[in-house]
């Protein structure tokens, strides 16, 4: 098993300019959870799918931020427009619903300049 | 409410001493909890994971943690320390049973010396 997958690994962008972050989950594994790291805010839920279904964005910061799970292969977290203050390092999980552990993605990390 | 406090934030031994890493939660129900590694530029890995089973529970790489409900903890200890310990530790206390909320510690940064 490859575990989860995240791609870029690292992603420096300009303000303003669009970001995409991709991941794919574990098979068999039908929650997906995007969380985003920060020195000074530790690690922050951002949304969270089942079944593709975005069941909890209350932590998503703001309109800029967007996440969409088209399968059960593949979801995505994009920035638009992207912030300085939006460098961080945003991690991927997956978790079976079997099971209560969730599996964490080697993460992407973005800076904004 | 739930929460987890890790009661320090930087913990330093040598190699071969005893390693302890403390986490006390508040919980208004029998919670799970868990222990995670983040090595520098990795994911996070799960070390351990406690669910009502056994109070004492043994992780990977020779890890353990002690659930003690009169005291609110769930310390993280190992007998030796490896170099290879070296790395940030989050104790992590989930709001449902299905694992899908999960509160994170601020986390305790493991240094290990030669």
């Known amino acids: 098993d490859a575990g989860v997958i995240q791609s870029p690994r690292h992603e420096v962008t300009e303000m303003g300019q669009e970001v995409t972050l991709r991941c794919k989950p574990i098979s068999g594994h039908n929650s997906l959870f995007w969380y985003r790291q920060t020195m000074m805010r530790g690690l922050e839920l951002l949304i969270y799918?089942?079944?593709?279904?975005?069941?909890?964005d209350s932590g998503m910061p703001e309109d800029r931020f967007s996440a969409k799970m088209p399968n059960a292969s593949f979801s995505t977290l994009k920035i638009q427009p992207s912030e300085p203050r939006d460098s961080a390092v945003y991690f991927c999980?997956?978790?079976?619903?079997?099971?209560?552990?969730?599996?964490f993605g080697p993460g992407t990390r973005l800076t904004v300049l | 409410a739930q929460s987890v406090t890790q009661l320090d934030s930087h913990v330093s031994v040598s190699e071969g001493t005893p390693v302890l890493l403390r986490c006390n939660y508040s919980?208004?129900?029998?919670?799970?909890l868990f222990w995670y590694v983040q090595h520098p530029n990795k994911g996070l890995q799960l070390l351990l994971k406690?669910?009502?089973?056994?109070?004492l529970v043994k992780g990977i790489n020779g890890f353990e943690a002690e659930f003690k409900k009169s005291e609110t903890s769930f310390h993280l200890t190992k007998p030796s320390a490896h170099m290879s310990d070296a790395a940030e530790y989050f104790c992590?206390?989930?709001?449902?049973?299905?694992?899908?909320?999960?509160?994170f510690g601020k986390g305790t940064t493991l240094s290990v010396s030669s």
């Open positions: 919980s208004s129900y029998s919670p799970s």
């Open positions: 992590v206390v989930s709001l449902n049973q299905a694992g899908t909320a999960l509160i």
């Open positions: 406690y669910t009502s089973a056994a109070t």
């Open positions: 999980a997956t978790l079976r619903e079997t099971r209560n552990e969730q599996f």
């Open positions: 799918f089942n079944n593709n279904v975005p069941i909890d």
